[in-house]
């Protein structure tokens, strides 16, 4: 793999450089509430550097909370289709953590592997993802646990990692020699060395290989009904998490012209499965919620060969009850 | 060449309407643009996202067979946002089609074999796409039953295919309705389907069975079935879970790690049995 | 075992409940609600000043329910909150135990909802610092202003719908922002939609809401969207002098007519 080095003083001109070359730069920034999220920014000024993870993943970038379709317009020739795919500037998600990043494999693989979708396929060609490492963790960071790590490279274009005065960029994709070839100067060639000194610490809580195996007959384990009790069936998890991929499909306007859009949505929602009839497949929180887990740590990786959970925490963290999917997946396999 | 954007529909006109039973109808659509009738192809299983421009889409089976070409029928009960939207609509206009999705029933397996159709209430459309498609090629099957409820004589849909198939001599019916349902005049069976399934028992000797309408009917009507001496994968069902996308994407149509959609919706009942219940 | 366990051991041994809805830590150190239905689990159960959530949201779950006699751990919002529900008949089919602490750190157990419902008049809370705050700001805000700031915050709302889902007035079988037939709020997420839903939702909610702030407490985006009703509640307060969780007896003042009111379309 390429390595480089930047002064770390010199990444506020990495930064700007990108977005002159005509990017839009997706960062993370501190808001109002006292949270912080991914947005546009116009220059490194508006970033925040200091967090452990952001309250939304950067899935929105290939995965828009809403995104149109098309637009239709009725007139005396019939109606006219059209669609925006062609405006999606390039884009450049900057300081993701490597959690995420490695969300963007299952992604990929989940939009593309079969009936592959035009919208996911368009915004991801047009996104470069540099993720930064994680020097720091809190108690519901559990990467470890999915056999990921606060410095994985898996998923990103570059990851830098703050070595001091120094930073230290692993260039993992071509998209990622590409990025830093809009400021070239700024950089000197490096070699590969451990990171593990300026990594976060983050115990593993349980074997993913244990796991996976146990969870095979965990369907009918009665510990799923003290693991969703408390869940209120709300979709802060679903929606703050960086491999949820559910959405609801909805029409704006009306029948002479508007759009049909794709919307996130939740397996949580009770309404989510409701059939008109008013007979429910899933009739209450715990298979709901049993849905969800399942679907992580079992249906994709029966599907796709993936685990979907990346371990970044934020379904803990958003969750009003502060329900804890690892402590869940742990009482359910035990 | 890239692929196909699975989302934009094609464009679809109402050729004709048929009032089937109260609040069900048909629709005969045709393309409008002649390049997509000729490249679209389907068979019987599939099914597809019908939509109104402006209301949303909504999934149903394809009701004709694939054997009549030039058109596709849908039958629907107008009951939601879109079905209501759907009904109203009037013969010429132009609604939204996506598909076909999933997958089909294995015909070629079956020839030679005798023919099990139970079904219910609006769940004979998908399986008269079946019908008509084996009704087609009828010197490839065995006998041909079909059992086929609904809760009152007015709530039966294709009244006339029905009696075409009451006299043809090579289709055994047993046309029922709920207690209750029935009419002064009504010649046909009083019970609920799986009672009639019961006491009038298909053979299942080189038989295979096909089960659609709603999932208690699917429930009850399979371990009769297998309690008759057919074989777990001699059943077949189509389940119709809540669907969005048609393309395993949207996630609501799973049943545990199976995407009715793509997976289905036609599944055996040995798949059936191995679903977390969840239809 | 502590007080509270050994109180809840009693509960359970003597018959006076099948199901307790309580606290306890979970493995990342933050307390979790759990549900109890036997003695033997009595022991994972805390009741620390960091429990801030509003229990009584569960009491509509079916599964609590079908229990009949459960025991609730209230904090003092939680107690305001089942007294609104008994004044709108929400809680009849639930024999109830509710358990709370006193500001001596005493457990109280609650026998009737008559003491209950003197308990909480006698500690009636006051809005919390932060909230006062906050509303000050708002009410110095110029119309213009006001709509500013509830547009920028809802542009961020995601349309979780978690807001809803933790209060405990929110206990309607079928939401209106989910009614399609008409499609009164769009389901996309976007500003003016949104709002459509926050102001519904505080509408629904104004003259009820026990100002628990979970809403906004607990709200991934940080919306500070209990300040809505809040505002609502004092305004009503002032109008009609009717406090919201105050007494089971307690008519919803914006659905009921004293003599004494000052408009007078009605007389």
Known sequence: MEIKNIKSTNIPAFFDQMIKSGKVVIAPVLKKSGKVFFEAVQSYDQVSTDYIQTGFSAKSVVFPKVEELFSFKKDDEGIEITNNLHTIPETVVWGLRPCDASAFNYLTEFFLKENPDTYFTARKEKTTLIAIS??????????????????STSGSDILLTAMGESVYIELITEKGKAAVETAASLFTPGEEKSKEEFLA???????????????????????????????????????????????????????????????????????????????????????????RLMHKFKYSVENLGIVSCVGCGRCIRNCPAHLNIFENILSVTK | MEPKNQYIPYKMRIANIIEEAPLVQTYRLEFVDEKDAAQFSFKAGQFAEYGVFGEGESTFCIASSPTREGYLECTFRSSGRVTKALANCELNDIIGLRGPFGNTFPIEEWYGKNIVFITGGIGLPPLRCLIWNLLDQRE?????????????????????????WKNRSDVN??????????????????????????????????????????????????????????????????????????????????????????????????????????? | MTSLQNKVTELFENGTINLLIGFKEAIHKLPVPCFIDNVSQVEQLIFTPSCKGNLSVYLHKTEVKQ????????????????????????????EKTVITLNTNGELVVFATMDELEAYVQANFPELSEEDKKLLDQL????????????????????????????????????????????????????????????????????????????CGRICPVGIPVHMLTVKMNQDIEAEFGAKTGFSVKNGYALNSFKPGDKEQFIK
């Open chain 1, 134 to 151: 994680c020097a720091k963790a809190d108690n519901a960071c559990f990467c470890t646990s999915v056999e990921l790590n606060p410095g």
């Open chain 3, 67 to 94: 229990a009949k006699k459960v025991g609730i751990l209230a904090n003092t919002a939680t107690l305001r909150a089942i007294v609104q529900l008994v004044s709108e008949n929400q809680l009849g089919d639930i």
């Open chain 3, 139 to 214: 009410n110095a805000m110029s119309r213009t202003e006001r709509w500013q700031y509830w547009t920028e915050q809802f542009s961020a709302c995601v349309k979780c719908y978690a807001c809803r889902a933790v209060c405990p007035m929110c206990y309607c079988s079928s939401c209106t922002v989910e009614g399609n037939q008409p499609q009164w709020i769009k389901v996309s997420s976007e500003t003016t939609g949104n709002l459509e839903w926050h102001t519904m939702r505080a509408m629904h909610l104004g003259g009820r809401c026990i100002n628990c702030g979970e």
């Open chain 2, 140 to 164: 490839k099957f065995g006998d041909i039953t079909i059992y086929y409820g609904a809760r009152t004589v007015n709530d039966l849909v294709y009244k006339e295919e029905l009696e075409e």
């Open chain 2, 173 to 279: 019916l047993f046309l029922t309705v709920d207690p209750g349902g029935e009419t002064p005049d009504w010649k046909g069976l009083v019970g609920f389907v799986p009672t009639i399934l019961e006491q009038n028992p298909p053979k299942s000797e080189n038989s295979v069975a096909i089960i659609a309408g709603p999932p208690i009917l699917i429930k009850m009507g399979m371990p009769i079935l297998g309690k008759n001496g057919f074989e777990n994968n001699n059943i077949y069902t189509t389940l119709e879970n809540r669907m969005k996308c048609g393309v395993g994407k949207c996630g609501h149509c799973t049943v545990g790690k199976t995407y009715v959609c793509k997976d289905g919706p036609v599944f055996t009942y040995d798949e059936v049995l191995n679903m977390p219940p969840e239809y």
């Open chain 1, 201 to 291: 610490k983050v115990t593993s809580v349980f074997s993913m290989d244990e796991v996976k195996v146990r969870i095979k007959t965990a369907y009918d384990s009665a510990e799923w009904k003290h693991a969703s009790m408390g869940c209120f069936g709300c979709g802060a998890c679903a929606f703050a998490c960086p491999t949820c991929t559910c959405f609801d499909i909805q029409d704006e306007g009306t029948q002479d012209s508007g759009k049909r859009l794709r919307c996130w949505d939740a397996c949580g929602f009770g309404l989510f499965t409701k059939h008109t009839s008013g007979h429910n497949p899933r009739t209450n929180q715990t298979e709901r919620r049993r849905q």
